[in-house]
């Protein structure tokens, strides 16, 4: 969620104790993020850029933070394919929680819009083969002014464990000083640990930092599986340029520190809603994609449309996003509108996007000469390129001086990749009863 920036003077700028003396102090204890989790970025829903903070279920019930909206996420995920495609969290944000805890100092869902209580709720999205996510702040009440984990840390991460809680979105609202901040977040890592359950720890620690001082992204890698660097995602072109900008801008910060079990997270997918052209849903997608970042959709999924569901569950992207070399991609060059974008595969491959920042006039031709990209590495000698978006082609084996000119339509990208190609006989693979060649380069 992300919405304050805390509260409290005279805060101090940096951990209580020196980062090494602290770790020193919590060898054989602090355990952090070392979960095996999040090997691959996490795919789901989460509620907040589309449902917010609706509370009010008298005069919309279909709509408000209640059990039965993720109910009905979790069967829809479950029977429209999203599960197939890998989406398994249904995650629930700020405004589940009840006023007050209650006399044994537990946190506690709202009555009236969860009769249930989380545990249900849980057992119910497991049922389906799904995971829930949950929401908590590190300071004295979340971003909506809900009870808060400051004092409580190891508290409430039994309690989600009890409840089977398997993903924690831990914000970072009203927090007192920096000091804080950054040890709640480092308590809230071995208090779940501790608990023995795997939960993914989703932190928004360094987006808090960012305006007094440079996150540490060694510390922070320690202990969550994946952290917010900016701030919350709108529904709209600007909103989403903006995030893209201001993660290519600290790319040489943030791109070496992410990989398998620990992921920079550019917040979520605002595919199917209101604020996106397809060209600009197709932009998202790809260079979420190339980004390995998180691929949490915050959408309608009772209602959306075809062509975003489609986008959304695109094999051929999804591989990309979860390539086990967990290698994050980058923003590699800039020329007039055009922006081009790499990312390393596992295989040998690669990964480019061609952004055309342009917002107007037609499409426009970027030519790309397969020397080019990567210093020729992507292309030693003959390569099979693949386009993936914005829609499937496969554009043939090219030689290391080969052009391929790609056409893009104004704030829309093409996905395309690039993968060794070798002139050897295939080997047979059989096929329903028949025996066809292996495709080289298949593999996205």
């Known amino acids: 969620m992300g919405m304050g920036m805390g509260m409290g003077m005279g805060r101090r700028f940096g951990p209580s104790l020196p980062l090494l003396v602290w770790t020193a102090l919590c060898l054989g204890v602090c355990l952090g993020a ?6 691959t970025p996490v795919m789901g829903w989460l509620h907040w850029e589309r449902f917010l903070c609706n509370i009010d279920c008298r005069d919309d019930p279909h709509n408000c933070i209640s059990e039965r909206l993720y109910m009905q996420m979790a069967d829809v995920m479950a029977a429209e394919g999203w599960k197939e495609a890998g989406y398994e969290y249904v995650c629930i944000d700020d405004c589940w929680l009840a006023p007050t805890r209650d006399s044994q100092h537990r ?5 009236q819009r969860f009769p249930g209580g989380i545990k249900r709720l849980a057992d119910y ?91 540490n992204y060694t510390d922070i890698r320690i202990h969550c599986n994946q952290w ?10 600007g909103s989403l340029a903006y995030i ?14 992410a ?14 809603n209101f604020g996106l052209s397809m060209d600009q849903q197709v932009t998202q997608m790809a260079l979420w994609a190339i980004m390995a970042a998180p691929l949490l ?28 070399l967990g290698v994050q991609g980058q923003r590699v060059s800039k020329q007039g509108h055009f922006q081009l974008w790499s990312r390393p595969l596992s295989g040998g491959g690669f990964a480019y996007a061609v952004v055309n920042r342009a917002e107007i006039g037609g499409p426009q031709k970027f030519s790309v000469v397969m020397f080019g990209l990567d210093e020729g ?23 290391l001086t080969s052009v391929v000119d790609l056409w893009v339509n104004p704030t829309g990208t093409v996905l395309f990749t690039v993968f060794p190609h070798s002139p050897q006989p295939q080997p047979q693979v059989k096929v329903q009863g028949q025996h066809r060649p292996r495709q080289h380069g298949s593999r996205l």
């Not at 946190?107 to 009555?111: C, E, G, N, V, Y």
């Not at 000091?179 to 939960?199: E, F």
């Not at 917010?228 to 072109?237: H, K, M, P, Q």
């Open 34 to 39: 070392d979960n095996g989790l999040a090997r």
């Open 107 to 111: 946190l506690q869902a709202d009555p």
């Open 125 to 215: 999205v497991h049922s389906k083969g799904l995971k829930l996510g949950i929401y908590q702040d590190v300071g004295t009440h979340t971003c909506a002014g809900y009870p808060g984990s400051f004092g409580h840390y190891q508290l409430d991460a039994d309690t989600f464990a009890r409840w089977g809680v398997d993903l924690l979105k831990f914000d970072g609202c009203n927090f007192i000083t920096l000091d804080q901040l950054i040890d709640g977040y480092r308590n809230m890592s071995v208090a779940l640990n501790q608990t023995g359950r795997h939960i993914v720890y989703s932190c928004e620690w360094p987006f808090y930092l960012w305006p007094y001082v440079q996150p």
């Open 228 to 237: 917010r660097n900016y701030g919350d995602i709108r529904d709209s072109w």
């Open 244 to 257: 893209i900008d201001w993660t290519a801008d600290h790319q040489s910060t943030l791109v070496p520190a």
């Open 259 to 272: 990989g398998p079990g620990g992921w920079n997270d550019p917040d979520m997918l605002i595919i199917g």
């Open 297 to 324: 959709m915050s959408n309608d999924l009772r209602l959306i449309d075809p062509r975003s569901k489609s986008l959304l569950q695109n094999r051929y992207v999804i591989a990309i996003n979860q390539d086990p």
């Open 377 to 399: 590495k992507a292309c030693q000698e003959r390569c099979l390129v693949t386009q993936i978006l914005p829609t499937f082609q496969f554009r043939g084996i090219k030689a």
